[in-house]
């Protein structure tokens, strides 16, 4: 069966989750790994994720002459 990708969100809350689980002891050494080996798999998601939106930030923020338009230019304001 297909893994089903997760959202930002679903992966940070399941990583909060075995955080959680961790800290609190109430698991071994074997599943405690287990677990950590699955939070470094959530926390590279998130940062493909987040990597994937900052691009995505950066196209939709070029100004005209193909440059990034500083963040007053953004709402009009004037940037000195």
């Known amino acids: 069966m297909a893994k089903e990708k997760l959202t930002f969100e679903q ?3 399941n990583l909060e989750g075995i955080v959680e689980r961790i800290e609190s002891g ?3 050494l074997a599943e405690s790994i287990t ?3 699955k939070g470094v798999k959530l926390i590279k998601q ?3 994720i987040l990597d994937a939106a900052e691009k995505k930030i950066q ?3 070029r100004g005209e002459g193909g440059g990034l338009v500083a963040d007053g230019e953004l ?3 004037e940037t000195d």
């Open 59 to 61: 196209l939709l923020a």
């Open 11 to 13: 992966a940070m809350e």
């Open 75 to 77: 709402r009009g304001e």
């Open 46 to 48: 998130c940062r493909t």
């Open 26 to 28: 109430r698991i071994g």
């Open 35 to 37: 677990e950590y080996e």
